[in-house]
């Protein structure tokens, strides 16, 4: 069974920083899709921050140059760190696995979140 456990999340003042981890059991990310997405409330939950199958990486344009997205294989760990965190930067944090298809992409798991809180 495939589960990602986020980690990180937390409360901390506008200007700061954290750094997000999501560890994956049952599988590894080689080959696949790795996401962070972020729902505050009453919003629809957004991608933050993705890394493709062949090791590009894509930001929404509200994070570019602020956070940053990485993985480290040996350790089936997925980072996000946030630099320069803004109030809406608030929302609950998720990591997503997705499995490369010919049409696309197809889920494989999405871990429980982590809340991030910053203050003004």
């Not at 629809?44 to 480290?72: E, H, M, Q």
Request: charged share 15%.
């Amino acid at each position: 069974q495939v589960q990602l456990v986020e980690s990180g999340g937390g409360l901390v003042q506008a200007g700061g920083s954290l750094r997000l981890s999501c560890a994956a059991s049952g599988t590894t990310f080689s080959g696949n899709h790795i996401g962070w997405y972020r729902q505050a409330p009453g919003k629809p939950r957004v991608l933050v921050a993705s890394i493709s199958s062949g090791g590009n990486t894509n930001y929404a344009d509200f994070v570019k140059g602020r956070f940053t997205i990485s993985t480290d294989n040996a350790k089936n760990t997925v980072y996000l760190q946030m630099d320069s965190l803004k109030p809406e930067d608030t929302a609950v944090y998720y990591c997503n696995l997705r499995k490369p298809t010919p049409w696309g992409t197809s889920n494989i798991a999405w871990g429980q979140g982590t809340q991030v809180t910053v203050s003004s």
